[in-house]
């Protein structure tokens, strides 16, 4: 078994775009990643496995600084051999991010070999929509985010992550990510009441037949008027809209509510996945 680090991300892209499109809705997130480009803090880790001759893919695995490995596409390598790689390679990892099954692997294996211990683990559960039944008498409507909105998706995206993942993203890459995100033909959906943005939904051109619903933030203040699901509602017409084969998105497991609302809305589970941080000893 080899692992080899890509520096440049065309390479990276042509070799790994289509094993993650063997399973189109779990590895979401890297196919998006992939379409849209790797905006990172710092140098992003691309990195293939490969068979002892080098002819035979067995997995990707993205890193996007400051975030945790995205380790899905490993599900067919050999953990032991890879972690152990990845340490000899004087690598660290902040966590890892996956389905359930790969990524609690890879954590234990990781602990077991660098001393690290498990922090913390969220979970997640993957949905796809199957049918929309939208919610009715939702005060308000929906429209397109414009340049001119910046200032609130910044804001929304800055507490949705300080709330979800207990982070404040720089604010510059905020505004990268934005910019992606117009090039790419990706759309953020707000939600209006009274004139005012009071619900936002992130929703993302089809990448391999998948478009991705994320993230969904209503302002605290303004919860439990319906705004966060009428806003899903309506990033879902935009991806089927787009051409998308399947609607997919992640919902905290630790969130009921989110769940129930999702649920309603039509859509129904594919799997869990798990982020595992890890505290370095």
Known sequence: MTLRFHSDVDDFVSTATAWYARRP?????????????????????????????GAV??????????????????????????????AGAGMT??????????????ARQWCTVTGA???????????????????AGVPGTHRVARRSDEPVLIKYQS?????AFGY??????????????????????????????????????PAAGVSRIGPVYTAPE???????????????RWALAAGAEQVVLFADLANPTSNRVYQRLGFVPVGDSITVEFRVP
């Open 25 to 53: 809705m779990v590895h979401t997130i890297e196919l998006s990643l992939l379409r849209e480009g790797v905006p990172s803090e710092e140098t992003p880790v691309l990195m293939t496995v490969w068979d002892g001759d």
């Open 57 to 86: 893919l067995l997995g990707a695995a993205i890193r996007t600084p400051p975030l945790p490995l995205l380790c899905g596409g490993l599900f067919a390598a050999p953990t032991a051999e890879v972690v152990g790689d990845m």
């Open 93 to 106: 990892l902040p966590g890892v991010r996956g389905p359930r099954e790969v990524a609690d692997g890879f």
């Open 117 to 135: 211990a498990r922090a913390d683990t969220t979970a997640e559960r993957l949905y796809r929509l199957a049918a929309l039944t939208a919610p």
């Open 159 to 163: 507490e949705f992550a300080a709330e």
């Open 168 to 205: 404040q993203p720089d604010p510059s890459l905020a505004r990268a990510t934005l910019a992606t995100a117009r090039e790419a033909g990706n759309a953020y959906l707000l939600w209006t009441a009274g004139g005012a943005p009071v619900s936002m939904a992130g929703v993302r051109r």
């Open 222 to 236: 303004v919860r439990g008027h319906g705004y966060g699901a009428a806003v899903t509602a309506a990033a879902c």
